[in-house]
């Protein structure tokens, strides 16, 4: 068991995933910009830690790990959930809203992966790490110039992370949800036609609940995937098979 921070842990794949690591005997961290949802979501662990984060901004990425940090002694494990998303037609797409996706997505992921990388590295311990992608890594959909670009460059950014520290012991994963139930889809899940367009490319034939992303990520993070690193999982109920 070990301290594992999580971003964006106050709803969606982040709590899911927060409630499965602390149910494997985890001290969860749980890092959200909004505070309020973080501290309710630690409650519910019981003993589980919130923090304010915005993981735009790479200071505070780092300040909220080394407080981690000071607070339980290390940082063992890193899941990256804290996103966001702009879609536009790619005509229509402005400069500040391209930016700002990737300053969350990619810089976010980056600043707070080298924050616990340090701590690791000082430690001389290994440690693990799981990148949140999607399967706009690899597929495009329309509207989504921002969001896609910044998932596939998640990917390539764990797997560069996975050879740079390496030598370290310390793994780097990237998984790829599909449709799963979270506040950033409630728009599309509200709308049956798009579930229904979404339903015909699922051979599982439903959407994925948080703790089912949350559990594939505990076992990437565990000593059961201990010579796992670089990798990029779907966890879509098969979308990718058809594509």
Same mark, same amino acid.
Request: hydrophobic share 45%; glycine share 12%.
């Given at each position: 068991?070990?301290?594992?921070?999580?971003?964006?842990?106050?709803?969606?794949?982040?709590?899911?995933?927060?409630?499965?690591? &602390?149910?494997?005997?985890?001290?969860?961290?749980?890092?959200? /910009?909004?505070?309020? &949802?973080?501290?309710?979501?630690?409650?519910?662990?019981?003993?589980?830690?919130?923090?304010?984060?915005?993981?735009?901004?790479?200071? &505070?990425?780092?300040? &909220?790990?080394?407080?981690?940090?000071?607070?339980?002694?290390?940082?063992?494990?890193?899941?990256?959930?804290?996103?966001?998303?702009?879609?536009?037609?790619?005509?229509?797409?402005?400069?500040?809203?391209?930016?700002?996706?990737?300053?969350?997505?990619?810089?976010?992921?980056?600043?707070?992966?080298?924050?616990?990388?340090?701590?690791?590295?000082?430690?001389?311990?290994?440690?693990?790490?799981?990148?949140?992608?999607?399967?706009?890594?690899?597929?495009?959909?329309?509207?989504?110039?921002?969001?896609?670009?910044?998932?596939?460059?998640?990917?390539?950014?764990?797997?560069?992370?996975?050879?740079?520290?390496?030598?370290?012991?310390?793994?780097?994963?990237?998984?790829?949800?599909?449709?799963?139930?979270?506040?950033?889809?409630?728009?599309?899940?509200?709308?049956?036609?798009?579930?229904?367009?979404?339903?015909?490319?699922?051979?599982?034939?439903?959407?994925?609940?948080?703790?089912?992303?949350?559990?594939?990520?505990?076992?990437?993070?565990?000593?059961?995937?201990?010579?796992?690193?670089?990798?990029? /999982?779907?966890?879509?109920?098969?979308?990718?098979?058809?594509?």
């Amino acid at each position: 068991m070990g301290v594992a921070f999580i971003t964006g842990a106050g709803s969606g794949i982040g709590a899911g995933t927060a409630r499965v690591l &602390a149910g494997h005997g985890h001290t969860v961290v749980c890092a959200d /910009l909004d505070l309020d &949802a973080a501290e309710r979501v630690a409650a519910e662990l019981g003993s589980g830690h919130a923090v304010r984060l915005d993981v735009g901004d790479p200071d &505070a990425c780092r300040t &909220a790990v080394e407080d981690t940090v000071a607070r339980f002694g290390r940082v063992d494990h890193v899941v990256t959930c804290a996103g966001t998303n702009m879609r536009a037609p790619a005509h229509e797409l402005s400069a500040a809203d391209f930016r700002r996706v990737m300053d969350i997505n990619v810089l976010g992921t980056l600043s707070v992966a080298q924050a616990a990388a340090r701590d690791m590295i000082a430690r001389g311990e290994p440690g693990s790490m799981v990148f949140i992608g999607s399967i706009n890594s690899v597929i495009a959909l329309p509207g989504q110039t921002a969001y896609g670009t910044s998932k596939a460059a998640v990917v390539m950014l764990g797997r560069v992370l996975a050879v740079d520290w390496g030598g370290y012991g310390i793994r780097v994963n990237v998984v790829g949800p599909g449709l799963t139930r979270t506040p950033m889809a409630a728009g599309m899940l509200a709308d049956e036609d798009r579930v229904a367009w979404a339903m015909e490319r699922i051979p599982l034939r439903r959407v994925a609940e948080p703790e089912d992303i949350g559990d594939v990520i505990a076992f990437l993070l565990s000593d059961d995937a201990r010579h796992v690193t670089g990798t990029f /999982l779907p966890i879509d109920g098969g979308w990718m098979t058809g594509v």
